[in-house]
């Protein structure tokens, strides 16, 4: 320096770095200091230095049409605020335009870290917090080591979380790099069970009994010593790692040091769905951080409609060496560095309402139905389907309003055959029966025109005794019958008298020889 004039240095000139105090950096209240320029990141050949000493990817533009932008994150907008671009997530410029869920890592805390919690819960939020960063470290050696937890606490109102891709962004740096050390974040995606039963801790010092009133919520798959696969049991005190099972009811979890026993209390159990790595490791020194990215592939996943979505991330430091890794949270203003994981839940009330181009055929037809619809059809033909055509009111209404089972006369008649060709008639209870009348015998009706009892009374008796007897008009014309005669003798129509009757009758006479009878 030469009368507060800095002086200019020649290639030759060798300053100790030692000497150089770093770069100050910048605020909204004061100006920064002159110094070194930090080191810039691995890959951050595209980066900026900004003059409150962060390198960062995109800079203020004067003229946003001479300049290609990229975006921080996948699925992030960049928008001109008049000054300048920012990089905004895309919840915020637009909320469902990516057609799935974000989750923000965010403030405030559900469950502190502290002496009777060791893994703090932080929030899950649909929105992200935007108002300043927060930093969470924790140092890793060859073993994943949890880093916090993140909680979105509220249910996700559905039974299945659709298959598809989990797209996880952190935003962090290490402390170092040296020795070869590479550090590696992870993050392990949880269904929270809301539990319906009570819980109990018991015993002392960094392991407990963990006992649920009633039911059966645990399972021994539950249990392990190891980070990556056990499932968690979260109390209103904190989040404790599940090491041991006894029974459907009973476990055992790790605590703190200066845990104290909880009694009948509410908590839910997080079940682990799936864990994945960073695809590469971070390597910008904090304070200077860097985004890291990844994609992991996963199948559906059955979940209860009361159940919560939950995250732990850890970290790993694969070169042997310790390591601590930080991690941004909330945001900035500016750059939104904040962490987030994209979910392949869909946006909005349900996967319904968000499939609108899935809307086929003329109007009121749809080709997708909902969970609940797809139940009752499930099982239907096309054949089945289409016996409502038709239809032109409730089904079941109609089907109520008709006698439920035949209950008349003709219940006799309605699981067996009848005597076949049987007049039909009713029994003593006024049942249908059959008769003994064959339908030919039926038959013989056929063209009776009046009582058939009444035409045959009207008909004569008749007088015949005797065989050879005759039948002729008595008197008035009345059938009258004439006893046969004697071999010889002859019909005679005649008049007659004598001392006891007189009339007009039929006789027989002798042929020969005199006449046979009373003669005149």
Do not use: C
Not at 14 to 27: D, H, W
Request: avoid cysteine; hydrophobic fraction near 40%.
């Amino acid at each position: 320096m030469t009368d507060g004039r800095p002086t200019e240095l020649s290639a030759s000139d060798s300053i100790p770095p030692a000497n150089i105090p770093e770069m100050g950096a910048a605020s909204t209240t004061s100006a920064g200091t002159a110094g070194a320029v930090p080191a810039p990141p691995i890959g951050g050949l595209a980066m900026f230095l900004r003059g409150d000493k962060q390198w960062i990817l995109l800079t203020p533009l004067a003229d946003p049409n001479q300049t290609v932008l990229t975006a921080l994150w996948p699925g992030d907008l960049i928008q001109w605020d008049g000054t300048s671009f920012r990089n905004l997530p895309l919840s915020v410029g637009s909320p469902g335009a990516a057609g799935v869920e974000a989750f923000y890592n965010a403030s405030p805390a559900i469950l502190a870290a502290g002496a009777q919690n060791g893994l703090a819960v932080n929030t899950l939020s649909k929105t992200p917090v935007t108002t300043g960063e927060l930093e969470v470290s924790v140092t890793a050696s060859t073993s994943t080591v949890p880093l916090a937890a993140w909680l979105y606490d509220t249910a996700l109102g559905r039974t299945t979380i659709p298959s598809g891709i989990w797209t996880v962004s952190l935003y962090g740096g290490v402390d170092t790099t040296a020795d070869g050390r590479l550090t590696v974040a992870a993050r392990r995606m949880f269904e929270v069970i809301v539990e319906g039963m009570s819980l109990t801790t018991t015993g002392s010092g960094t392991t407990r009994t963990a006992t649920a009133a009633s039911g059966t919520p645990f399972v021994s798959g539950d249990a392990s010593s190891n980070h990556e696969v056990s499932n968690y049991l979260q109390t209103p005190k904190g989040l404790y790692q599940i090491t041991g099972y006894t029974s459907p009811t009973v476990v055992t979890i790790a605590v703190p040091g200066g845990y104290v026993n909880e009694a009948g209390v509410a908590w839910n159990k997080w079940r682990g769905l799936f864990m994945t790595l960073s695809a590469t490791a971070f390597t910008s020194i904090s304070p200077i951080y860097m985004p890291q990215t990844w994609d992991s592939v996963q199948n559906a996943f059955s979940i209860a409609a009361t159940s919560k979505l939950g995250a732990v991330d850890y970290a790993l430091s694969q070169g042997g060496l310790p390591t601590t890794l930080t991690l941004l949270y909330d945001g900035n203003t500016d750059l939104n560095r904040n962490s987030r994981i994209y979910s392949p839940i869909p946006a909005g009330v349900s996967d319904h309402a968000s499939l609108t181009n899935l809307q086929g055929g003329a109007a009121g037809q749809y080709y997708h139905l909902t969970a609940a619809y797809n139940n009752a059809v499930a099982n239907l033909t096309t054949t089945e389907i289409g016996t409502l055509s038709g239809v032109t009111s409730a089904i079941q209404t109609q089907l109520g309003g008709k006698q439920a089972s035949i209950t008349g006369a003709a219940s006799t008649i309605t699981t067996s055959n009848l005597t076949v060709s049987r007049a039909l008639v009713s029994d003593g209870s006024g049942k249908v029966a059959v008769s003994a009348v064959t339908s030919t015998e039926l038959g013989y009706l056929s063209g009776v025109t009046s009582a058939i009892q009444s035409q045959i009374t009207a008909k004569m008796a008749n007088p015949m005794t005797t065989a050879g007897d005759l039948l002729y008009g008595g008197a008035s014309g009345t059938p009258t019958r004439l006893a046969n005669g004697s071999a010889g003798q002859v019909l005679d129509h005649h008049h007659f008298q004598s001392d006891r009757e007189q009339g007009v009758g039929e006789r027989w006479l002798r042929q020969s020889g005199g006449i046979g009878g009373d003669i005149y």
